[in-house]
Nanobody, 119 residues
Framework: QVHLVESGGGLVQAGGSLRLSCAAS????????MGWFRQAPGKEREFVAT????????YYADSVKGRFTISRDNAKNTVYLQMDSLKPEDTAVYYC????????????WGQGTQVTVSS
């Protein structure tokens, strides 16, 4: 089992920045690919970004490219999502997730953290 806990959400004005953290614990955490997702009111959950613990390739949704950056601290088993130039449409509950690569879906999910961007 892998346990994921997000933190760092809050209220910010448009154009501002936030950094979300996802602390991972459990056995063989380094074997998983980590990702960030979000779900806005009335919308389906959508992919935001993904990256590996090894610091390899990273991928971003078109809507956040150039504004969001995924990174990690392997010593702390923590993944970060740096969000800059925030827009009101970024308002959502943000989730981190871990993918074993053995199935179609991500295997473990955090509880989510609310990000609200005011205009």
């Amino acid at each position: 089992q892998v346990h994921l806990v997000e933190s760092g959400g809050g209220l910010v004005q448009a154009g501002g920045s936030l950094r979300l953290s996802c602390a991972a614990s459990g056995r063989n955490v380094s074997r998983y690919v980590m990702g960030w997702f979000r779900q806005a009111p009335g919308k389906e959950r959508e992919f935001v970004a993904t990256g590996s613990w090894s610091g390899g390739s990273t991928y971003y949704a078109d809507s956040v490219k150039g504004r969001f950056t995924i990174s990690r601290d392997n010593a702390k088993n923590t993944v970060y999502l740096q969000m800059d130039s925030l827009k009101p449409e970024d308002t959502a509950v943000y989730y981190c997730a871990a993918d074993s690569g053995l199935g179609r879906d991500y295997d473990y999910w955090g509880q989510g953290t609310q990000v609200t961007v005011s205009s």
